[in-house]
């Protein structure tokens, strides 16, 4: 046989030999990791979503009590109850409601900047390990 043919055959034989990689229980756990932190890192990407939209809702209230009369009371809700308030302390619990999902919103922004640290880590060490019997794309 000549040598390029050889090499191609024992290339088709390494492929073969490569997709029998014993599956250690080490492996199963980092699998695991990833599955579990990439439920994690969904979870959190939809409370980030309902963070920004309850901040967009925020900034348009902010807009709207800026058209308001100063001697107007304003319905303020509070849990399940609505409060008749005066402009400038509505205005003043609308910018701590504000500043307090900003602050959750970076919380949040850095939670999933940790976890996909995390889900990156994981992915080098399986695909070196399974090459392509692996897929973690998500």
């Known amino acids: 046989m000549s040598s390029v043919l050889q090499r191609r055959m024992l290339s088709k034989e390494e492929e073969a030999a490569g997709q029998e990689v014993e599956v250690r229980r080490e492996d199963q756990d980092k699998i695991n990791r990833f599955s579990r ?51 400038e302390q509505a205005q003043e619990m609308l910018g701590t409601a504000t500043t307090r999902i900003e602050k959750d919103t970076e919380v949040l922004e850095e939670k999933i900047s940790t976890i996909k640290e995390q889900m990156t880590e994981l992915k080098v060490d399986l695909y070196a390990r399974f090459g392509k019997q692996i897929n973690l794309e998500v």
């Open 37 to 87: 932190l990439h439920q994690r890192e969904l979870l959190l990407e939809e409370e980030l979503k309902a963070n920004n939209k309850e901040k967009e809702e925020l900034d348009d209230l902010s807009t709207e009590l800026e058209l308001a009369d100063e001697d107007e009371k304003i319905q303020y809700k509070i849990g399940d109850a609505f409060f008749h308030l005066p402009l």
